[in-house]
């Protein structure tokens, strides 16, 4: 009995390992304050209202522009137009300002009250590729850059109108924000692309902007997709199946001889 509980348990184990969600994904947008110049500042205001899925259940005070909810393998596309199908107004837009990621030489000093703020949340352990680019379909010619941090604000004191460095945890007066890694363009119509390994399951923000790093650029209007894709189950993992297999054969094998 021993034996037979214990490798009921181990198979178990082992197909929890091997078995990704099924469940669908999907992206909310909040309507609330929007401006299609990408400056206004109020982008994603509260109270939210969000449209095309179920909202976030999030308290911070850092405004969210969007929310992708990320189960298992699946890719997601942030875009205005997908906003406008969901039923925003029809001149609905995901706009950033030129320096709302970067304004200066470095690359690092952004003015937050350009930026746009999404909300992420993966359902288990991922390998997640995201990627800005201008929305050329909508004629924008944006210099994209965006930097992810793990965590949600869960403060009161966040303000967009300010200076941010782009590279720091907690910016903009946020709480349990921690960065994690950025990527930019500074080509005009080009994408900003990163892969992020390994990375929890858990909630990240994602910070999107114009990148003016020579002091020029120009707003526009963005999309951002969302590639997740399982993390790969470690060989060892693969030996605990053979292991597996081995006791199973042995216990039968007794019961036969």
């Given at each position: 009995m021993r034996i037979s509980t214990s490798i009921r348990s181990?198979?178990?184990?082992?197909?929890?390992?091997?078995?990704?969600?099924?469940?669908?994904?999907?992206?909310?947008?909040?309507?609330?304050?929007?401006?299609?110049?990408?400056?206004?500042?109020?982008?994603?205001?509260?109270?939210?209202?969000?449209?095309g899925a179920t909202g976030p259940n999030y308290s911070g005070s850092l405004n969210a522009m969007w929310f992708a909810n990320l189960t298992g393998n699946t890719t997601e596309n942030v875009s205005s137009t997908d906003a406008r199908n969901q039923g925003a107004d029809s001149t609905f837009a995901l706009a950033v300002g030129p320096r709302a990621w970067s304004s200066n030489a470095s690359g690092t000093l952004g003015k937050g009250h350009g930026g746009d703020y999404g909300l992420i949340h993966l359902d288990s352990a991922s390998n997640l590729i995201i990627t800005v680019a201008a929305d050329s379909a909508l004629g924008s010619t944006l210099k994209s850059g965006f930097s992810l941090f793990q965590g949600w604000d869960v403060g009161s004191t966040a303000v967009r109108v300010q200076d941010y460095q782009n590279n720091?945890?907690?910016?903009l007066g946020t709480q349990g924000l921690a960065f994690l890694n950025s990527a930019s363009t500074n080509i005009a119509g080009e994408v900003a692309s990163f892969t992020f390994t390994n990375l929890s399951a858990g909630n990240y923000s994602l910070f999107v902007g114009g990148n003016a790093t020579t002091g020029v650029g120009a707003g526009g209007i963005y999309t951002v997709a969302l590639a997740a894709s399982p993390v790969p189950v470690p060989g060892a993992v693969w030996l605990f199946g053979s292991a597996l297999s081995g006791l199973i054969a042995t216990k039968r094998s007794k019961r036969n001889s």
């Amino acid at each position: 009995m021993r034996i037979s509980t214990s490798i009921r348990s181990m198979a178990l184990l082992a197909a929890v390992f091997t078995i990704s969600s099924n469940a669908d994904a999907s992206v909310a947008y909040n309507i609330t304050g929007w401006d299609d110049s990408g400056t206004g500042g109020v982008d994603g205001g509260f109270p939210a209202n969000w449209i095309g899925a179920t909202g976030p259940n999030y308290s911070g005070s850092l405004n969210a522009m969007w929310f992708a909810n990320l189960t298992g393998n699946t890719t997601e596309n942030v875009s205005s137009t997908d906003a406008r199908n969901q039923g925003a107004d029809s001149t609905f837009a995901l706009a950033v300002g030129p320096r709302a990621w970067s304004s200066n030489a470095s690359g690092t000093l952004g003015k937050g009250h350009g930026g746009d703020y999404g909300l992420i949340h993966l359902d288990s352990a991922s390998n997640l590729i995201i990627t800005v680019a201008a929305d050329s379909a909508l004629g924008s010619t944006l210099k994209s850059g965006f930097s992810l941090f793990q965590g949600w604000d869960v403060g009161s004191t966040a303000v967009r109108v300010q200076d941010y460095q782009n590279n720091q945890n907690n910016p903009l007066g946020t709480q349990g924000l921690a960065f994690l890694n950025s990527a930019s363009t500074n080509i005009a119509g080009e994408v900003a692309s990163f892969t992020f390994t390994n990375l929890s399951a858990g909630n990240y923000s994602l910070f999107v902007g114009g990148n003016a790093t020579t002091g020029v650029g120009a707003g526009g209007i963005y999309t951002v997709a969302l590639a997740a894709s399982p993390v790969p189950v470690p060989g060892a993992v693969w030996l605990f199946g053979s292991a597996l297999s081995g006791l199973i054969a042995t216990k039968r094998s007794k019961r036969n001889s």
